[in-house]
Nanobody, 124 residues
């Protein structure tokens, strides 16, 4: 089954930065909204950020607003999550999700394809 693929997780100290990358798929990628979600141990999966297919609309969870930046390059079928000023509470498995719809959404049920996840660990 074709699915998005995440790259770039790892271990970083609090206050540091990481960039996650996600390779999407399909000839209609530029019309697909993309989202980043995360799941910490013992917690439910939560929304992080989302971007419209065109890249013209961006939204963030309050917990990451001002620290994380989502972007995309439709010519390369790539989506990025730049994470700055990381905190130990950001430790989680981060998932990239691709929707068949063009508009962004914080609801995981709006996404049709999910990557396998990338571990991000922030040490204090």
């Amino acid at each position: 089954q074709v699915q998005p693929v995440e790259f770039g997780g790892g271990l970083v100290q609090a206050g540091g930065s990481l960039r996650l990358s996600c390779r999407g798929f399909g000839f209609a990628f530029g019309r697909n909204a993309m989202g980043w979600f995360r799941q910490a141990p013992g917690k439910e999966r939560e929304y992080v950020a989302t971007i419209a297919g065109s890249g013209g609309s961006l939204f963030y969870a309050d917990s990451v607003k001002g620290r994380f930046t989502i972007s995309r390059d439709n010519s390369e079928k790539m989506v990025y999550l730049q994470m700055d000023r990381l905190e130990p509470e950001d430790t989680a498995v981060y998932y990239c999700a691709q929707s068949v719809k063009p508009y962004p959404s914080p609801r995981p049920e709006e996404y049709d394809h999910w990557g396998q996840g990338a571990q991000v660990t922030v040490s204090s």
